[in-house]
């Protein structure tokens, strides 16, 4: 589920559309468009949001939806496809794919709603749906490490990633607005007020004035915490590297130079950080774009913020084996 | 190269007082806007109003780090009302450094953390 799911789901609660929500629940074969893709779609074949299944299977779901909004029954759309067809949707060769197709109704915004307001807080739930049977369209919130020996589709809503940057100066702006679009959750610290403000910032989702080392050591730098220092500053820089080396931060970004970068490193090895943990520590920051601005500097710590978190190289799609 | 003296160089790596209280009787944090210095001062007072402990923490540039090591060894015993006295000119002489006055704020700056917590006690 991504923020724009979320938010998507919200605005049909408020606004009261009639719409069907279709998720694609089985893929088979290998595909970018990977299980639990959401598609909505109007009773007047409108599609609500920008993301769809893709190709041939949107034409499909559409036209299924007049049915399922009709007699406001779900159903379960499964589609053998041929290899031109499971192209278009990114499989790499034909198989068959299954998706759900159900009326929003009370209930079931709701329900979102609920794991809307855990997945804010940082908080892992699941919804599991009965795809098939007689009991088809029924769901629940559950334990994701609940199991169930009926056909059913397991959701797992994972709370955002929540990006810590440290130094509210000219790159955290735009780092924090692209951070957001991509479903970041972010907070900027800093020890200057008039740095941090929400004037500046009004894409972050916290900020926090104070000694940034100790607020370093206050959040739970976690798997699911990605920092960057942009402070360009030794005396912030240090002592929270320091804390973001004693946490399971996946991913460490430090403004700099290689120069600067040696001599902060330098720092940390007068103070006993051992090579291993030095070695987690990136500067300079970024993928290689060339980036000279203070946004394209920010785009690419944020992309390789991604790709970090995603177990990728960060290179050029072009030359992926 | 040293380009401050032995004080601020010693005092800068080996903080004297670096931490905070359990309990402080004052306590106060405050910035130094331009350079981003940030810090927090704790004082505990005995019967007699002089300071038995006094704390800081903070991120801190060298001098400010330094400065701030220094003073709070300076008014360890001090009277209250003689803390409030003190003049910038005695924190700068204890550093024995020629401070540039582009840095005259980061060696000033616990001094003026220090007067905004006693004329603003812990909450």
Same mark, same amino acid.
């Given at each position: 589920?991504?923020?724009?799911?979320?938010?998507?789901?919200?605005?049909?609660?408020?606004?009261?559309?009639?719409?069907?929500?279709?998720?694609?629940?089985?893929?088979?074969?290998?595909?970018?468009?990977?299980?639990?893709?959401? +598609?909505?779609? @109007? #009773? &007047?074949?409108?599609?609500?949001?920008?993301? !769809?299944? %893709? $190709?041939? /299977?949107?034409?499909?779901?559409?036209?299924?939806?007049?049915?399922?909004?009709?007699?406001?029954?779900?159903?379960?759309?499964? +589609?053998?496809? @041929? #290899? &031109?067809?499971?192209?278009?949707?990114?499989? !790499?060769? %034909? $198989?068959? /794919?299954?998706?759900?197709?159900?009326?929003?109704?009370?209930?079931?915004?709701?329900?979102?709603?609920?794991?809307?307001?855990?997945?804010?807080? @940082?908080?892992?739930?699941?919804?599991?749906?009965?795809?098939?049977?007689?009991?088809?369209?029924?769901?629940?919130?559950?334990?994701?490490?609940?199991?169930?020996?009926?056909?059913?589709?397991?959701?797992?809503?994972?709370?955002?990633?929540?990006?810590?940057?440290?130094?509210?100066?000219?790159?955290?702006?735009?780092?924090?607005?692209?951070?957001?679009?991509?479903?970041?959750?972010?907070?900027?610290?800093?020890?200057?007020?008039?740095?941090?403000?929400?004037?500046?910032?009004?894409?972050?989702?916290?900020?926090?004035?104070?000694?940034?080392?100790?607020?370093?050591?206050?959040?739970?730098?976690?798997?699911?915490?990605?920092?960057?220092?942009?402070?360009?500053?030794?005396?912030?820089?240090?002592?929270?590297?320091?804390?973001?080396?004693?946490?399971?931060?996946?991913?460490?970004?430090?403004?700099?130079?290689?120069?600067?970068?040696?001599?902060?490193?330098?720092?940390?090895?007068?103070?006993?950080?051992?090579?291993?943990?030095?070695?987690?520590?990136?500067?300079?920051?970024?993928?290689?774009?060339?980036?000279?601005?203070?946004?394209?500097?920010?785009?690419?710590?944020?992309?390789?913020?991604?790709?970090?978190?995603?177990?990728?190289?960060?290179?050029?799609?072009?030359?992926?084996? | 190269?040293?380009?401050?003296?032995?004080?601020?160089?010693?005092?800068?790596?080996?903080?004297?007082?670096?931490?905070?209280?359990?309990?402080?009787?004052?306590?106060?944090?405050?910035?130094?806007?331009?350079?981003?210095?940030?810090?927090?001062?704790?004082?505990?007072?005995?019967?007699?109003?002089?300071?038995?402990?006094?704390?800081?923490?903070?991120?801190?540039?060298?001098?400010?780090?330094?400065?701030?090591?220094?003073?709070?060894?300076?008014?360890?015993?001090?009277?209250?009302?003689?803390?409030?006295?003190?003049?910038?000119?005695?924190?700068?002489?204890?550093?024995?450094?020629?401070?540039?006055?582009?840095?005259?704020?980061?060696?000033?700056?616990?001094?003026?953390?220090?007067?905004?917590?006693?004329?603003?006690?812990?909450?």
């Amino acid at each position: 589920m991504s923020h724009e799911t979320f938010e998507l789901i919200d605005r049909l609660r408020r606004t009261g559309r009639r719409a069907a929500m279709a998720t694609l629940v089985r893929a088979h074969g290998t595909t970018p468009r990977k299980e639990g893709t959401k +598609m909505f779609v @109007g #009773d &007047d074949g409108g599609i609500f949001g920008s993301v !769809t299944i %893709g $190709g041939c /299977v949107d034409a499909r779901v559409i036209e299924r939806t007049a049915e399922v909004l009709g007699s406001a029954k779900p159903q379960l759309l499964q +589609m053998q496809l @041929g #290899d &031109d067809e499971a192209w278009e949707i990114g499989l !790499t060769c %034909g $198989g068959s /794919v299954e998706v759900f197709i159900e009326p929003l109704n009370d209930a079931t915004l709701a329900m979102y709603e609920t794991a809307h307001r855990e997945w804010e807080a @940082g908080r892992s739930t699941a919804i599991a749906t009965v795809v098939a049977g007689d009991a088809i369209g029924s769901r629940s919130l559950v334990d994701p490490e609940e199991r169930s020996t009926a056909d059913v589709y397991v959701e797992v809503l994972r709370p955002p990633a929540r990006l810590c940057v440290f130094g509210a100066g000219a790159v955290a702006i735009p780092l924090t607005t692209f951070a957001r679009a991509l479903g970041f959750q972010t907070i900027v610290i800093d020890g200057r007020a008039r740095f941090a403000s929400r004037e500046r910032f009004p894409d972050a989702n916290e900020l926090r004035v104070g000694i940034a080392s100790e607020i370093a050591g206050q959040l739970d730098l976690g798997a699911n915490t990605p920092v960057v220092l942009v402070a360009h500053d030794y005396k912030i820089d240090v002592p929270v590297l320091k804390k973001a080396l004693d946490s399971t931060t996946p991913y460490i970004g430090l403004l700099g130079s290689r120069k600067r970068g040696a001599a902060i490193l330098q720092l940390l090895r007068e103070d006993g950080v051992v090579e291993e943990e030095l070695s987690r520590i990136r500067v300079p920051v970024g993928l290689d774009i060339g980036g000279e601005t203070s946004a394209e500097i920010a785009l690419s710590i944020v992309a390789e913020v991604v790709a970090v978190m995603r177990g990728r190289s960060g290179g050029a799609m072009m030359r992926r084996s | 190269m040293n380009p401050y003296g032995d004080v601020i160089q010693e005092h800068s790596r080996n903080p004297r007082n670096y931490g905070s209280l359990d309990a402080p009787d004052i306590r106060h944090e405050d910035e130094n806007p331009f350079c981003g210095d940030r810090m927090r001062i704790e004082l505990s007072l005995d019967a007699d109003r002089r300071v038995s402990a006094a704390r800081f923490q903070g991120d801190l540039c060298a001098i400010a780090k330094a400065a701030a090591s220094v003073l709070t060894e300076m008014i360890h015993g001090m009277a209250l009302e003689r803390v409030r006295e003190m003049d910038e000119q005695e924190l700068l002489d204890a550093l024995r450094a020629e401070i540039q006055p582009a840095r005259r704020n980061c060696a000033l700056l616990p001094l003026e953390v220090l007067r905004g917590g006693i004329t603003k006690p812990v909450a």
